[in-house]
């Protein structure tokens, strides 16, 4: 069994802000694979369903982002789980928007979110990094992150979370290569080409026409001669 866990703030008011991008890939995968209802459970909501044949519960913490290892840690205990049987999917400043990282171990690089999961089970779980990108400056991260995406995120926005659901299988079963390659096919995907194919070889220029028969007899031809 394993358990995936999306950050994010409880509640309408932050439903689409980019802190919550943990949330909206776990709904994605939920949607996608079939889960079962959300329910209320482990301060939190959790979903259930199959990724691979593997049973996987969706956990999303209903605590606030502060306080998300209190969820995540009693979501453990009852399933009898292990760090490395966790992934947590939150949103990652130092990314590019669209970006997609997977990580085991590691700092928490200020996220409070993760700073909670740390202070609960440790350091050694799986991460879904999810870029958002970084407003340019330290002081205005706070309103950035609590701010709902703009108009213009939404095309990768929703590519990136289309890949995740692509690639959950492939996430579940430890194929971290194969989730990724999933992601980018949706983010960046490969170009068709629509030009005309080049032929192998330039054509031959088409051969000058000959010069029309001259039927002038040969005194018409001096009389002309000097006519000229």
Known sequence: MQLF???GNPG???AQNRHNIGFMALDRIAEDHGFGPWKSKFQGE????????????????????NLSGQSVGEAMRFFKLEPE???????????????????????????NGLRSI???????????????????HKDRVAGYVLSDFAKADQVWLDDLLRGIGD?????????NANFLNAVGLRVNPP?????????????????????????????EKLRDRFRG
């Not at 690639?167 to 194929?175: H, N, Q, R, S």
């Open 85 to 111: 049987d966790v992934t947590v999917f939150h949103d990652e400043l130092d990314l590019a928007p669209g970006k997609c990282k997977v990580k085991w171990n590691g700092g928490h690089a200020g996220h």
């Open 5 to 7: 866990v999306g950050l």
């Open 12 to 14: 309408p008011k932050y």
């Open 118 to 136: 740390h202070q609960h089970i440790g350091t050694e779980y799986h991460r879904v990094r999810l870029g958002i990108g970084h407003p340019g």
């Open 191 to 219: 170009r068709s080409s629509t030009g005309t194919a080049r032929p192998a070889t330039d054509p031959k220029p088409a051969a000058a026409p000959a010069p029309a028969e001259d039927a002038r007899s040969p005194l």
């Open 167 to 175: 690639g959950a299988d492939a996430l579940a079963a430890g194929e």
């Open 46 to 65: 959790i979903s259930e369903g199959r990724l691979g044949g593997l049973r996987v519960i969706l956990l999303k913490p209903a605590t606030f982002m």
